[in-house]
C-alpha cells in the first residue's frame, strides 16, 4: 500500500464546541479576526498538518504502507512530479524515492 499525504497547509484536526445564548455550535476552526488572545491560542491547537482538507496523521493512518509526503494543496497533489514518480515507482516495485530539499515532494 502506499499512502500520499501532504503539509502545504494548517488542516481542522479536532473540532470544538461551544455554547452560547442556549445553542451548542460546532467549530472546526475559529476567526483568525479575534483580538481574543484565548480564541488564538485555541485556534492553534484545533489545526494540524495536512492539505488544507485532510490531516497527514490520517494520510498515514495505515501500518506498514510506505509513505511519500507532499507540499502540494489536495486537488494538486497527484500533479506534483515526486508524487507521480514515486507512485509509477511504487507499481513498479522499486524503492520509494527520498524527499529532496527544496523539491515539490519534501516535507
Known sequence: MLNVGST??????????THASDRWNLRFS?????????????????????????TLDSAFDYPNAERVVSTAEHDFVHHDPAVL????????????????????GSP
Open 30 to 54: 475559529l476567526p483568525w479576526y479575534s483580538k481574543n488572545a484565548n480564541e488564538e491560542t485555541l485556534d492553534l491547537r484545533i489545526v494540524t498538518a495536512g492539505d488544507g482538507r485532510v
Open 8 to 17: 502545504s497547509h494548517p488542516t481542522p484536526g479536532r473540532a470544538v464546541l
Open 85 to 104: 514518480a514515486n507512485i509509477l515507482l511504487f507499481i513498479l516495485g522499486d524503492r520509494i524515492l527520498p524527499p529532496r530539499e527544496g523539491h515539490a
